[in-house]
């Protein structure tokens, strides 16, 4: 069973990947030549807190077991804090493209290295596959930008 401690951070994990879906569908409407590439990270955002969902219920159900280690909740607050400011900073359009995919690579970047999503341990395998598509998706994000990012260079 979950302490109220551990459900916040699973809370906050969710809460990440749904701010950066609204981010990434922000730009896809204030970068309509790349709303492929935006529209593309957005949904795999929304599938990202759907996994976060299943693997919370999992938990409940003792089918994984749910360690938050040395997980900061006072860094994640932060981080999801940055992602706010940005959302209000692109809403207002004072974000233009090259910047967008800054923004991009460095929450994305910040999420590989902080192994977000390392804190669930899987009993149940039917569930194993949830966490490598996090990590491999959140790798794949990374890559995404730098590709872009490198157009500009």
Not at 6 to 29: G, H, P, T
Not at 108 to 135: C, P, Q, W, Y
Request: proline share 1%; charged share 35%.
């Amino acid at each position: 069973m979950l302490s109220d401690y551990q459900k916040k951070i699973i809370e906050l994990m969710c809460k990440q990947e749904l701010l950066l879906a609204k981010l990434y569908e922000i730009f896809a409407d204030q970068f309509p030549e790349h709303k492929a590439f935006w529209q593309d990270l957005a949904k795999d955002e929304l599938q990202h807190a759907e996994w976060i969902k299943k693997l919370y219920q999992a938990e409940e159900e003792n089918l994984t077991a749910f360690s938050e280690g040395k997980f900061n909740p006072s860094a994640m607050n932060i981080y999801i804090e940055n992602i706010e400011k940005t959302i209000r900073r692109a809403e207002n359009k004072e974000i233009t493209l090259k910047m967008a995919i800054s923004y991009t690579l460095d929450f994305e970047r910040s999420l590989i290295e902080k192994n977000v999503f390392s804190h669930f341990e899987i009993i149940d395998k039917k569930f194993a596959g949830i966490m490598t598509k996090l990590e491999s998706e959140t790798r794949r994000h990374l890559k995404k930008a730098e590709d872009m990012m490198a157009r500009f260079r």
